[in-house]
Structures are given as C-alpha cells and as structure tokens.
C-alpha cells in the first residue's frame, strides 16, 4: 500500500523559508518521478516541482524557480522541499507524489502539509 506523509508545514512572513518533508512507502522509490504538488483554497491542485528517479533532474512550476530547491534521499525513500522567498500566492497544502507537475491524476494523495505565508 502506497502511504506519503508530508510534514514541515507552518505559518510563516513574506520572505521566509520552510523545509518541507515527505516520507514514502509501499513502492519502489528509486523507480518514479516523484514531485510536490500543491493546493490552494478553490483552486485546483497544481505541480511545483518533481525530481527524476535516477539522475536528479529537477523540473519546477515557473512561478517557483529561483524560489524552491527539490531533492530527495533515495536511502531514506524521503523526498524535500526547500522553499526560500516565499510568498503569501504560495500558501496552500502540499502534497508529494510520484508523478510531475501536470500529472496531477493520482489516486493516494496524502494528508498534506499546510503552507500559509502571511504578508
């Protein structure tokens, strides 16, 4: 069973960092694609950023570029979010998942991690 639990989330000021974390199980890990997605309030889920499974290419929503960094732990099956910047438009939950920024058709999304970035 495919279980992802993201933590790290919080309230923070316009122009602050978080780390976000997402813990994976129940596939192999080393095999996917795997990304943060995110989802804010009356909007529809969207991609941010997604690393590839084998070489670490990384892949980022434009709005984010420059702003967040992606890397995972393949010994640890765990996947990161370093988000510098930030910016009140990015306050959502996010999600992991082993898909890529428009592949946002997943059936065992997590509970996800609350962002809110104050201004």
């Known amino acids: 069973e495919v279980q992802l639990v993201e933590s790290g989330g919080g309230l923070v000021q316009a122009g602050g960092s978080l780390r976000l974390s997402c813990a994976t199980s129940?596939?192999?890990?080393?095999?996917?694609?795997i990304g943060w997605f995110r989802q804010a309030p009356g909007k529809e889920r969207e991609g941010v950023a997604c690393?590839?499974?084998?070489?670490?290419?990384?892949y980022y929503k434009d709005s984010v570029k420059g702003r967040f960094i992606i890397s995972k732990d393949n010994a640890k099956r765990m996947l990161f979010l370093q988000m510098n910047n930030l910016k009140p438009e990015d306050s959502a939950v996010y999600y992991c998942?082993?898909?890529?920024?428009?592949?946002?058709?997943?059936?065992?999304w997590g509970q996800g991690t609350r962002v809110t970035v104050s201004s």
């Open positions: 998942a082993p898909r890529c920024l428009d592949e946002t058709d997943y059936d065992h």
């Open positions: 129940g596939f192999t890990f080393d095999d996917y694609l």
């Open positions: 690393i590839s499974a084998s070489e670490g290419h990384t």
